[in-house]
């Protein structure tokens, strides 16, 4: 059988082909997928699960961008557009309390903000919680705001963090074929693009996280190649941290399906994952997308962290998302020594801070 041959590869340490990959996608034998991918993730972590006491921060969800999976973007004026002062966004992280370690900021692509206001966005943070980590900006929106600030790229991303930028959340990368991109997001920067920020994010020294969005349009085999190119890229600069699927939510966009991915298809996606990208440490389940639930259950399937509390996240909520938003540290744990594991407070930069017994 393929998947005895595909396993036996996994337990001899060797990589996975394209093949290989597509032949795991098309498997149905979930259990074989979680038992080989829990074998790759506990020889990196052994029983480890990790997490971060976290807020998500959205400053805007006005954008000069109509992607058509986004269910978030607003027109200035629209109903329901929002913006943020630097001082609402001080007032919000205000509210994360004493042990929050990481900020986590993206938003829609502003037509109107100056290159200066980030630049303040990140210091006033900076000044105000220089304790915490900020994590803050797509690939896309660093390639717009190099267009704002009328610098190169690398001088971008250099002011950025000399500013207070302490890392990259990964995001905007949704599947990085041409054609299957031009559906969704057609505005949106290419795929080769959001490589070439990633690199470029990566040479100055600052880590990332990676994501890939199903559950759409694509199909296994552009599910696999995303994921190539990702294992590509990290074979060269070693940069990214974790690597996190996103279940696509198609309420209130203009992509018309069934609302939800399925748990089997989550699963597998994170098992698969796991699999292909043997050079990333971490493969991550986003709660607020799968729900806590699935979630929980990933972990025998190659999942080490369960991400953060979060606190308030907006973008998944207006396409549909399920969950409230918010889990406290003592809720994770539950959630993770429930399931056998080991529960591991992180910083963004996965420094250990509490390990519980």
């Not at 390639?143 to 930028?165: I, M, R, V, W």
């Not at 559906?183 to 600052?206: D, F, M, P, Q």
């Not at 085999?221 to 600069?237: A, N, S, V």
């Not at 972990?299 to 606190?311: I, S």
């Amino acid at each position: 059988m393929t998947i005895d041959r595909i396993r036996d590869k996994v337990l001899a340490d060797k990589r996975l082909t394209r093949k290989d990959g597509i032949e795991l996608f098309k498997s149905n034998d979930l259990l074989t997928l979680g038992r080989m991918a829990t074998h790759v993730a506990q020889q990196k972590n052994g029983k480890r699960v990790h997490f971060v006491q976290n807020m998500h921060i959205n400053p805007t969800n006005i954008c000069v961008n109509r992607c058509k999976f986004c269910a978030f973007s607003r027109s200035k004026g629209d109903p329901g557009a929002y913006e943020m002062s630097i001082d609402d966004i001080l007032n919000k992280a205000s509210g994360a309390g004493k042990s929050v370690r990481e900020f986590h900021i993206v938003s829609g692509l502003h037509p109107d903000l100056p290159f200066s206001w980030y630049l303040d966005m990140l210091g006033s943070l900076k000044k105000e919680f220089p304790k915490v980590h900020l994590k803050a900006f797509t690939a896309v929106e660093i390639d717009y705001l190099a267009k704002l600030s009328g610098l190169s790229l690398a001088n971008t991303l250099l002011k950025l963090k000399e500013a207070g930028l302490g890392s990259l959340p990964g995001g905007g990368a949704e599947i990085f074929n041409s054609s299957v991109r031009n559906t969704l997001c057609a505005e949106k920067i290419s795929g080769a693009r959001w490589l070439e920020v990633i690199k470029a994010v990566h040479k100055i020294g600052l880590k990332s996280n990676a994501t890939m969005l199903y559950g759409h349009i694509e199909t296994y085999e552009h599910r696999i190649d995303h994921l190539l190119k990702l294992r590509e890229l990290q074979d060269k600069t070693n940069g990214f941290q974790a690597f996190i699927p996103l279940s696509f939510h198609s309420q209130n966009t203009e992509i018309k399906k069934s609302a939800y991915t399925t748990g089997f298809d989550d699963l597998k996606t994170l098992a698969i994952s796991r699999l292909m990208l043997d050079n990333f440490d971490h493969i991550k389940a986003y709660w607020v997308m799968l729900g806590e639930k699935i979630a929980q259950v990933s972990l025998n399937f190659g999942v080490d962290d369960l991400d953060g509390t979060v606190v308030e996240e907006r973008i998944t909520k207006a396409a549909g998302g399920t969950t409230d938003g918010i889990m406290t540290r003592d809720d994770i744990v539950y959630l993770i020594k429930q399931a056998g594991r080991t529960p591991v407070e992180r910083d963004t930069v996965y420094n250990v801070v509490k390990v519980w017994k």
